[in-house]
């Protein structure tokens, strides 16, 4: 069966950096674009950043610049990569699959907060 499994949260000093990691299994990871989102507390999720099967990312204005989305087809790994964090990136962190209608993790938390 298909499996989403999120790492690498917790809590990040304002300013600095952290690293999300997504690790799929049951489906052909290479073929299938994948999106991180995230979920604040009383807010709708939202789409942070996709990858497509061949690498081209894409990011939400509120991140681009400071988030960094990459694959590693090898691993079956999407990553994460964020910096600058800000009390605004405090969220729960989703990874999803584009196969067969999309798949969801469980999520992660981050806290940014000092």
């Not at 989403?4 to 290479?30: D, K, W």
């Not at 789409?47 to 099967?53: G, H, K």
């Not at 081209?56 to 600058?84: E, H």
Request: charge should be positive; proline fraction near 4%.
């Amino acid at each position: 069966q298909v499996q989403l499994v999120e790492s690498g949260g917790g809590l990040v000093q304002p300013g600095g950096p952290a690293r999300l990691s997504c690790v799929a299994s049951g489906f052909t990871f290479s073929r299938y674009d994948m999106s991180w989102y995230r979920q604040a507390p009383g807010q709708e999720r939202e789409l942070v950043a996709s990858i497509n099967s061949v690498g081209i990312p894409k990011y939400a204005d509120s991140v681009k610049g400071r988030f960094t989305i990459s694959r590693d087809n090898a691993k079956n790994t999407v990553y994460l990569q964020m910096r600058s964090l800000e009390a605004e990136d405090t969220a729960v962190y989703y990874c999803r699959s584009g196969y067969s209608g999309g798949y969801w993790g469980q999520g992660t938390q981050v806290t940014v907060s000092s």
